[in-house]
């Protein structure tokens, strides 16, 4: 390095998955930009700070709506016997949030992520306005408050303000809580506009979302690309989560949704079909090929008794996925990849689900290395984020796993991440990095008191009646 090069930290990680394998001290250095700039098994240990355990690429949250985090547990009383009542008692719920709350609210979600090892989220942002739909002096205030959020728990960010037109697939208005959310292709197209200086500035991304076929309308969905363009920013949509949106889909426009949309939108990598849960074998394969990855939230979906994506038959035709925890009744990678394998296994009454049988050699062979490397590379794919594995050019963000935890302690190989995933819900989760920056050191937050005292406030000033 000479003299003019900018000043890089260097760290020695004694056991480091690279690739599909572990490696032995490891000197890593990173750039000011937070980036790997050097990976080397044979440099020389000075100036390093050394990392022990076992450290792995941080897992991307593809589906966050921040907000809900607060309603978690308030919606499980008699009412709410579906998600359509689910829905209703979140409208009611959102009323009375400010953008305070939002922001306290997130910022506390963040660091339950980050402690879990999240070190990036896809926030699906659709709360645009006041109660009564109003307008905000700033259009983007609820947007700035997420990012506020984000900076101040050290998360990676891409932001995805959603298009919401209409409360039903006849074009009806929108109503109560829904007006909160109103906001038409230009409106984010303005928005990113607003969001680009202080987005980048902060090393966030910035991408597009509608909230679902119902809520947009069929011309908008056909004009997307016209204001996408050329541009790899990743466009996410809800669609085919619930049975009855599959009914009143055929109903209004004589095609299933996942049909529907493939038939009408240029959907290809840049695209994350979030749940998809309700799919037939065409559409499986039809959304396999086009590249799209499909975000699943399996905890949210089992929540909302949603039902079951057939992950199987879409694996073994190619298809992508990565995992979200969208309404945040869980907060943790493993949890949601440890219910997406039990759901396959349920179904198939197989220990051999998406992991199991094997299906690669060496770290990534088990079944928790083979649901965790979809987690990064598709989950990286679905939100544009250059992450996902610890290599030269992209982001450190690295998670550092306790050797000495119960959970690990012993283990060797694949069964490192098979562990990791699959022995109970003590986290082994030790250290974090985002973008090079520790966030969590020794299983602690290092901003964890200043954020839960203001969560701790925003509830105290929230409803808590379901």
Known sequence: MSPMDPPRRAFRFERLLAGDRWARDVRVEVDTAGRIASLRTDGAPDGCETVTGWAVPGVPNVHSHSFQRALAGLAEGR????????????????????????????????????KAGFTCVGE???????????????????????????????????????????????????????RRFR??????????????????????????????????????VGRVEELVGGSQMPVHIHVAEQEREVRECLAARGARPVEWLLGRAPVDERWCLVHATHVNREEIAAVAGCGAVVGLCPTTEANLGDGLFPLGEFARAGGRFAIGTDSHVSRSPVEELRLLEYGQRLV???????????????????????????????GCRALGWEGGGVEIGKRADVVVLDAGHPALVGREGAAVLDSWVFSGTETPVRDVMVGGEWVVTGGRHVREEVVAGAFRASAGATPTES
């Open 79 to 114: 009412g709410p016997d579906s998600f359509w009542g689910w829905r209703e008692v979140m409208y009611a719920f959102l009323e009375r949030l400010t953008p305070d709350d939002v922001e306290a609210i997130s910022a506390q979600l963040y660091v339950e992520m980050l």
């Open 124 to 178: 699906f942002h659709y709360l645009h306005h006041p109660p009564g739909g109003g307008r905000y002096e700033d259009p983007a205030e609820m947007s700035r408050r997420i990012l506020a959020a984000a900076r101040t728990a050290g998360i990676g960010l891409v932001h995805l303000p959603v298009v919401y037109e209409r409360g039903g697939f006849g074009g009806e208005g929108l109503e109560g809580g829904q």
């Open 183 to 220: 906001m038409d292709l230009e409106g984010v197209g303005r928005m990113h506009d607003e969001l680009a200086g202080d987005f980048a500035a902060a090393g966030a991304g910035l991408g597009w979302a509608l909230h679902s076929l119902r809520a947009v309308s069929e011309g908008s």
């Open 348 to 378: 198939t009454r197989s220990r051999a689900g998406l992991g199991g049988g094997g299906r690669e050699e060496g770290v990534l062979g088990g079944a928790g290395g083979a649901l965790l490397a979809h987690a990064w590379s598709d």
